[in-house]
């Protein structure tokens, strides 16, 4: 049972490194490369394709057309960027299963973090209601 509606690098399922580190691959370009072509530290770019820090826009612009990738696609996963990657391989049974409840968890936890959101929201509304 594949679920032929994977996106692997759309906003759901990427963050802005994963798409970072994939693009860069498929330029055949390796962190130090890309590093040096940007003018940043390689840590940086490190710290760029884990998600512990975000680029400057100026630094993102560079980095599309250097990767030869939409800024949108680079951002959000939309437009156009680099290919998903051949897994028919590696689909097992197995695995399919475990990506599809991965990809149901995330679903379930982001509708929890909306329904949180709205919440406290109300619970705001309510205090400033009884201070006043």
Partial sequence: MQDDTTDWYGPE???FGDRLAAARDQAGMTQTDLAKRLGVKLS???KWEDDLLEPRANRL????????VSL???LTGEGEGVSDPDDTDLMTPDINDLLIELREMKATMKANAEKLGRLEKKLR????EAVT
């Fill in 61 to 68: 612009s560079i980095m599309a057309g250097v990767l030869n």
């Fill in 72 to 74: 949108v696609w680079l």
């Fill in 13 to 15: 399922a990427a963050t």
């Fill in 44 to 46: 940086t770019l490190k």
């Fill in 125 to 128: 509304l309510k205090l400033s």
